[in-house]
């Protein structure tokens, strides 16, 4: 199951500490396949989520801590 948050909004005082404490947990993170109970996540396998996903990407790029 794909739970994502569609926003996250933190005070600009907060956005270091923020963003340090979210790569850290990010970068712990285990990638699998589909079929890998263990993994974190793993490839989008359906299309339509990909679109949304790049949308989001284009439509918010200045927002995003790392838009590529």
Do not use: W
Request: charged fraction near 25%; hydrophobic fraction near 40%.
């Amino acid at each position: 199951d794909c739970i994502v948050p569609k926003l996250v909004m933190v005070h600009a005082s907060q956005a270091d500490r923020y963003f340090a404490s979210l790569a850290t947990k990010l970068a712990a993170l285990r990638y699998g396949d589909g079929s890998d109970a263990t993994a974190d996540y793993a490839a989008l396998t359906m299309t339509e989520d990909f679109d949304v996903l790049r949308n989001y990407r284009d439509t918010y790029a200045k927002h995003l801590q790392n838009p590529g």
